[in-house]
Each structure stands twice: as C-alpha cells, then as structure tokens.
C-alpha cells in the first residue's frame, strides 16, 4: 500500500501527516519557529540544587527553569566540564578529543549539592521540552544525532541498533566506524544504517565532527546562559527520523519548506529529494487529500475499529486509559471466544496506532476484552508487539494480567497531539459543542449499512437536520447518491428543521422507526 508524506505550514505552525492508503498512520503539529527543541545544547546557569530531589534547576533563558536531576549529568560530566572551561577561555582543541585527557568519572550514586553550586555554568542538552506546567527537562551526557550515527563524546564504545540483525551487516558496520571515528568518541550505528553504503557513513560521520567542532567554537567568550548549539530544526530532525525508501510522494505547500528539504534530502538522499514535489492544488492541501476528516475520526474520544468495535480512550494526569469495545464486532460462524479474540486483536493494532499518532507518552492501560485461555492472551500480547515494532518511541509492553489490563510504558519527549473534534453548535449560538458533521454523518451510514446487510432492509427513509441534509446533498454525484450506488437500496431523505443538527431518525417502508436518536 502506498505511503505519502504531506507538509501543510502557514506562518505559525507546521503540520505532518503520513498517510498508508485512506489510513492516518502519523501526525505532527508544532510552531514554525520552535524556541525549544529537543537535542539542542546550551550553556546555562545554576539556579538552585534540590538535595531533597538529587537534582537542580537551571536557566537556559526559558520561561521555565530546566530540570537536571544528578542521574542525568552523565559518567563524563567532569570531562565535560573541562571542555566547557577550555572552550569559554579561548583555547584551541587540536585534533579534536585525540590527545585530550579525560577526567575521572563521575560517581553513580553521589550527591547533586556535592556538584552543582548556585552561579555555577554547566553545558546541557535539552532531552524533554516543556509539558503542561513543567519547564524542560535536560542532561549534561550530549550527543550528536545524524541520519546513521549518534556521536557521544568522551565515550570509546562502538553501539549498533539491536533492530540490525543481519550479522555480516553488524560486524561491516562496526569496524567501519571504529577504523574511521577519532579517539575520545563513541558511537551509536541507528537502525536506518542497515542498507547505508560505506560512502554514505562516513559522511554522515563527517557531519558529525563538523557539530562537535560548531558545538566548541561556539564556547569561546560564552556566558550563560546562551545556546551553544541547535538541533536542526524540527521540520528536518522529524525528516530524518521518518523518511525511507518505503515513500511515494512527499507534497509540500510552502515553496521556502520544500526548497530547503529538497536541498537537504539532495546532499543526503538524493532519491527522497525526487519524490518531493510543491502542492499546486487551488483548495486547502489537508482539504485537498480528504485528510481533514481523516484526522477528525482518528482523533475522537471514541475511535472506531476496523471490525464494527470500538475504543474509548481517556486522559488523567497519572495516566491513559483505552477501552476496548465490541460494538456490533460478531460474525455468526465463530464461537464466543474466537470473536473476542478477532475484536482484541484487530483493537490492538488500532492501539498502536493511536499511540504513535497522538504521541501518547507515560503509562498506558488498556482493557481489552476477558478471555480465558492462555494461549489467547499471549497472542493479543504478540499482537502488540508487533503492532508497536515500528515506533520510533521507546516502550515496553507487558503481558494481559488475569483481569484483561495490559500496561505500556511508551517515551514521551513533547507534549501530546491533542485535536479537538467537536465544533460550535450551528443551533445554539456557539454556547455548546457537539460531534463534528463528518463523525455524524458517518454514524448515519454505519446505522444504513448495519440495517441492510444484518437486518435485510431494502428501503430506508432517514430524516436529519438541514445542515446535515445540505452535507449530504452537495457536490456532483452528491454523497447521499454515492451512498445509493454503493448499497444498491432505495434510500429516501428528508430533512426536519425540528431535529437538533446531531438527531437523525430511520424509518422502514411502513413508516416504523428503525432508529431514532435522543
């Protein structure tokens, strides 16, 4: 199935959203000119130590002080701050770390008032932006991401993804990078690095240093606080991290945005750089693709399931809650537990798929439907494991327990995608919300189909709301029409301005009320 990438920016925000066929697979939002962003380093000042908390806060020039617990300063935070001291004085680091001396490493179980003094400057690397009413989170063990390698100074390890498991690509990969990466440096080889050809690693690697050198220079004369250096930006880190062979298109409305990653994906992955291509369409791109109401059903309290079942998700402060539902999810030749296994295992791939699109971050629960035999537990708890195989995010799913719950851990670094999909009431002047027209409507065709397919029903007289009926009736073949084509029935609609604009009512030929709404 066809995987496409779109990009709508306006002078705000920028909007992602990739698409697999009709499906919403992954969505982003975030402002064009992000002040704060993950991976960038700074050079900041110590506000306070907590001994209480093991941990400090410091300015990094945010409206929130940043949060730096002692676990989080690193094994090499001495040695990071001798270049810290080199650098703001002016001296110049020859051959890089080669012939640096590192310091002893810092002590695992110390004490953060026995390190951190208020005034004191310390370099570090925002790790969480800011969440709700929480400043950013931050560390003083940097590293330098690029699309196959992760630099970590000071380190002597060569890491590879565990996700590599070709064994001959491990063992070409590794001593690649050991033969080719300075002394004094470690590195992580990313997953994406698998089908990389050696040309393309030691350039990336090469990028890598020029950081590092960026990162040092920027030190001299430094005072805090001040940001030493910045991440690339969020459009082109997201870029990275998402972009492979597996693409189609990649359609951009803003000709600045396409220009520039077209430039960067030219010098990175020339054939990504082909499938790029500026939006010309003369509506709203989002409109354009239908991707509008894609986002509006994904994003909903209640999120339907490819079977008929349903899920419920829920937001507290501790944690998320999903539920999962069976709707009218049955099939007639299965038995009761080959149906509940049906519905959990089609519900926990939809999990997934909420995880990653909403960025849901912390502690998860999910309660699925009971089942009894073991066997069909650990088959739901496979499923989700596999569903989750391709989040980027860090996790950790555990098995059903004896009451139907399963606990997910999932990485969380930004804030959560929260899209509202209710709208203002056309027909109490904006003082409530309710469903947005798209969810109605196809609350009303899933009611038609459920009628003709289960219930053997072959005329159906449905009456809505004006505003409803006008959704229906517009454009060329109309939707209501289409709706005629598709489930070969009669289908009769009428409109009633009495009805509020979320009541709908289905009759049979004799005028009984097969379905009417409160």
């Not at 002040?35 to 050079?43: E, K, M, R, T």
């Not at 040695?79 to 020859?94: A, D, H, Q, V, Y």
């Not at 490493?105 to 004490?111: H, Q, R, S, Y």
């Not at 020029?210 to 910045?230: E, G, H, I, Q, R």
């Amino acid at each position: 199935m066809s995987k496409n990438l779109f990009i709508n920016a306006n002078s705000d925000n920028i909007q992602v959203v990739l698409m697999e066929g009709k499906t919403l697979l992954e969505y982003h939002k975030f402002p064009r000119n992000n002040v704060l962003s993950v991976g960038d380093i700074y050079l900041a000042k110590v506000k306070k130590a907590i001994p209480s908390l093991n941990a400090a806060f410091v300015n990094i020039n945010a409206e929130k002080e940043a949060y730096l617990p002692y676990i989080e300063l690193g094994p090499h935070f001495n040695s990071i701050n001798k270049i810290m001291r080199m650098g703001t004085s002016g001296f110049k680091l020859e051959n890089r770390l080669d012939r640096f001396k590192k310091e002893p490493l810092l002590e695992k179980e110390g004490k953060v008032a026995d390190v951190l003094k208020k005034g004191q400057e310390v370099i570090v690397q925002i790790t969480k932006e800011p969440i709700s009413n929480k400043g950013a989170k931050v560390c003083s063990e940097l590293s330098f991401a690029g699309r196959f390698l992760v630099l970590i100074p000071f380190s002597t390890k060569v890491n590879i993804s565990k996700k590599i498991g070709n064994p001959e690509n491990k063992k070409r990969l590794r001593a690649l990078v050991k033969d080719y990466k300075p002394k004094n440096i470690g590195m992580i080889i990313r997953t994406v690095a698998e089908d990389a050809n050696d040309e393309d690693i030691k350039a990336d690697l090469d990028n890598l240093l020029k950081k590092w050198d960026n990162f040092y220079n920027n030190l001299k004369n430094a005072t805090a606080p001040k940001k030493l250096l910045s991440e690339d930006n969020r459009l082109r880190s997201l870029m990275r991290d998402m972009i492979n062979e597996s693409y189609n298109q990649i359609v951009i409305n803003d000709t600045e945005i396409h220009d520039n990653l077209k430039d960067y994906f030219q010098a990175i992955n020339p054939k990504m750089a082909n499938i790029m291509k500026p939006f010309q369409g003369k509506t709203e791109i989002f409109e354009h693709y239908g991707i509008n109401k894609s986002i509006k059903v994904s994003f909903g309290k209640t999120v339907p399931v490819a079977n008929g079942a349903y899920l419920v998700i829920e937001h507290t402060e501790a944690l998320h809650v999903i539920d999962v539902n069976s709707g009218r999810a049955k099939s007639k030749d299965k038995t009761r537990e080959e149906n509940i296994l049906e519905i959990n295992s089609e519900s926990a791939k939809e999990v997934a798929r909420q995880l990653r699109l909403r960025d849901m971050g912390g502690i998860i629960v999910v309660d699925f439907i009971d089942l009894r035999a073991p066997k069909d537990k650990k088959h739901i708890h496979d499923v989700m494991k596999e569903a989750m195989a391709t989040d980027r995010a860090k996790h950790t799913v555990l098995p059903l327990t004896k009451f139907g719950l399963m606990q997910i851990t999932r990485e969380r670094v930004r804030p959560e995608v929260v899209i509202s999909t209710t709208e203002t009431c056309v027909t109490c002047n904006g003082t409530g919300e309710m469903e947005s027209s798209e969810l109605i409507v196809d609350k009303i065709k899933s009611e038609i189909e459920y009628l003709i397919e289960n219930q053997n029903q072959r005329f159906l007289h449905v009456t809505v709301h004006p505003y409803i009926y006008g959704y229906l009736k517009q454009g060329f073949p109309c939707i209501w029409r289409k709706w005629q084509w598709k489930l070969k029935s009669k289908l009769k609609l009428s409109k009633d301005s009495k009805l509020f604009i979320t009541q709908y009512s289905i009759e049979d030929k004799e005028g009984d009320a097969l379905v009417l709404t409160n």
